[in-house]
C-alpha cells in the first residue's frame, strides 16, 4: 500500500506522560502536515513541512509539542508532558507541492487517537 | 477572517432520497474548496474539488458540487442516497494560503432504510 502511514493507530497514555506518533508520507510527496481533529470538530492545522523545513506552525502548537521531518520523509510529532486536553485524534497528510498557486491533494492517513487519562 | 461553515451538524435523508449538504464560506480572495469524507476509523478522503475552472464539480461516488460566488457557497448534492454513504463529510477551504486548509466542523450524513 502507498498510501500515508500513521502509527500507532491507538495511545492511551496517563497524564504528564510523553508520547510520540510516526507518519509515513506518499513518498514522492515533499510537503507533509499534522492537524488535530476533536470530536464533533474539523481538523485544526498544527504544523507544516516542506521537506525538512518546517515552515508553518500554528499558535496550536505549543512549546510542549515538537515535530520533525529528519530528512524530508517521514515525521514524527512529540507532546511531552501530555495533558487531558491533548485527547485528540492526530492526523498527518501529505501533498506534492509545486508552488503557487497551484493545490496539489492532501492524502491523509488513519490517524493517531491519543486518550490521556 | 477567513472561515467555512457547514449548516447542519447532522443529515438525516432516506435511501434513495435526495442528499445536500450545506457549506458556506467567508474569504477576501477567491477560494479553493473541497469536499472530503471520513468513514468512522478511517482518514479523510478527498470527494471533490473547485480551483477556479468549472463551477459546477463532479466527484466520486456520484457527488456534485456547485460553487456560487453570489451565495458564497460550495453544497454538496448526491441525486440518490446510498447505504454506503453513511460518513462524515468536511468542507475546507484554501484561502489566502497556498496549504493552510480552513476546515467546517462536519457534517454527520445519516441514511434511512
Known amino acids: 500500500d502507498t498510501g500515508v502511514s500513521q502509527n500507532p493507530r491507538h495511545k492511551i497514555t496517563k497524564r504528564g506522560q510523553n508520547v510520540t506518533f510516526r507518519c509515513d508520507p506518499i513518498s514522492e510527496h515533499n510537503r507533509l502536515y499534522w492537524y488535530r481533529q476533536t470530536l464533533g470538530q474539523g481538523p485544526e492545522f498544527l504544523t507544516y513541512?516542506?521537506?525538512?523545513?518546517?515552515?508553518?506552525k500554528s499558535r496550536l502548537l505549543s512549546d510542549r509539542f515538537s515535530a520533525e521531518r529528519p530528512k524530508g520523509s517521514f515525521s514524527t510529532l512529540e507532546i511531552q508532558r501530555t495533558e487531558q486536553g491533548d485527547s485528540a485524534m492526530y492526523l498527518c497528510?501529505?501533498?506534492?507541492?509545486?508552488?503557487?498557486?497551484?493545490?496539489?491533494?492532501?492524502?491523509f492517513g488513519p490517524g493517531t487517537r491519543l486518550t490521556v487519562l | 477572517a477567513q472561515s467555512v461553515t457547514q449548516l447542519g451538524s447532522h443529515v438525516s435523508v432516506s435511501e434513495g432520497a435526495l442528499v445536500l449538504l450545506r457549506c458556506n464560506y467567508s474569504?477576501?480572495?477567491?477560494?479553493?474548496l473541497f469536499w472530503y469524507v471520513q468513514y468512522p476509523n478511517q482518514g479523510l478522503q478527498l470527494l471533490l474539488k473547485?480551483?477556479?475552472?468549472a463551477t459546477l464539480v463532479k466527484g466520486i461516488n456520484g457527488f456534485e458540487a456547485e460553487f456560487k460566488k453570489s451565495e458564497t457557497s460550495f453544497h454538496l448534492t448526491k441525486p440518490s442516497a446510498h447505504m454506503s454513504d453513511a460518513a462524515e463529510y468536511f468542507c475546507?477551504?484554501?484561502?489566502?494560503?497556498?496549504?493552510?486548509?480552513?476546515w467546517g466542523a462536519g457534517t454527520k450524513l445519516i441514511i434511512k432504510p
Open positions: 475546507a477551504g484554501l484561502m489566502d494560503s497556498n496549504y493552510q486548509l480552513i
Open positions: 474569504s477576501s480572495v477567491p477560494p479553493y
Open positions: 497528510a501529505s501533498s506534492l507541492g509545486r508552488g503557487l498557486p497551484s493545490y496539489n491533494e492532501q492524502f
Open positions: 513541512f516542506q521537506n525538512e523545513a518546517q515552515l508553518e
Open positions: 473547485y480551483t477556479s475552472a
